[in-house]
């Protein structure tokens, strides 16, 4: 029976959680450490959609010429799920420490880890574990290959921004002090690319280029100059699904409004709205309580929030689809590679 993309990358995990368990037992760490960790990488690692990991692996069989991953050698496919493991770390680590800062309850459907029995603060430094993972598989697996200080200065630059990215959001928008004034599309602009497009949509491709060889500073600005817009673009998508799209399609019930987010649909409506509607929303955004939500809603209705993002939406396709389109691809790089992330993206409905 054949495996699937994700079943094939999940079967890379156990044997690096044997690895990094491998280095607290030569560091003498007694068992309950060692079982300890293994607990943390294992509630907080996999659990996700994965398509970040994945999408290392994707992106090396287009740049390399491969059909599917499926014709890539075992040792090809390793290293690059190895890779596509460690943004998967660097997920966990974002996540773990983001509950904590927004107190919530549930992540993936299940505890967050700080709210599992006997965790609670312990979270902090598992946390700090779940990063200093990554660079253990680094030094392990790439130390003797030639790009292996590239993977370095890409890891330690995008956890950077992508601090840089939460830091502006806490003090721009802390859920129990709302100001609006205090928002702006350009904040919010800011805060996505920082917080989500830098790790989630040019940190894959990255890993991937260097991996195959394409470490041209041109082609990597190529990639980031489409890769990091598009993740804005994916960042706005899930701001207007949150109000407009269905538990079912999203698959959660949205709480932008209540959490006091500094999301796109908020920003927009600041800048259209009327004083007696600027009122409504000081009154009730980021107000613990349903019928203050609705009054936000109706709000959002009123002023045709909706047809303003699908006018958003489409001017920014049709620039991102332009720059695709113009992609130089003389020294490797490929423009598949960002069509296919394009793709998955455009007028996604969950």
Known sequence: M???????????????????????????????????????????????????????????????????????????????????????????????????????????GQPCWYKVENVGNIAINDAFMLEAAIYSLLKKHFKLETYYVDLLELFHEVTLQTELGQLLDLVTAPEDHVDLSKFSMVKHSFIVRFKTAYYSFYLPVALAMYVAGITDEKDLKQAQDVLIPL?????????????????????????????????WLVNKALEIVTPEQRKILDDNYGQKNPECELRVKKLYDDINLAQYYHDYEDAVSKELKLKIDAIDETRGFKKQVLTEFFNKVYKRSK
């Open 2 to 108: 054949s495996v699937t993309s994700r079943e094939r990358f999940l079967q890379e995990f156990p044997s690096l959680v044997e690895e990094l368990k491998e280095i607290l037992v030569k560091y003498g760490m007694p068992n309950e450490a060692l079982q300890w960790y293994e607990a943390s990488l294992t509630y907080n690692t996999p659990g996700g959609k994965l398509n970040r990991g994945l999408s290392v692996v994707d992106t090396y069989a287009i740049l390399t010429g491969h059909e599917s991953i499926a014709s890539l050698s075992n040792e090809e496919y390793k290293k690059l799920a190895i890779l596509g493991w460690c943004i998967e770390l660097l997920q966990a680590y974002f996540l773990v420490a983001d509950d904590m800062m927004d107190q919530s309850i549930t992540r993936r």
């Open 231 to 263: 993740g804005e673009y994916f960042q706005v998508q899930d701001d207007y699904l949150d109000n407009f799209g269905t538990p079912e399609q999203i698959g959660k019930i949205g709480t932008d409004i209540q959490d006091n987010k500094c999301s």
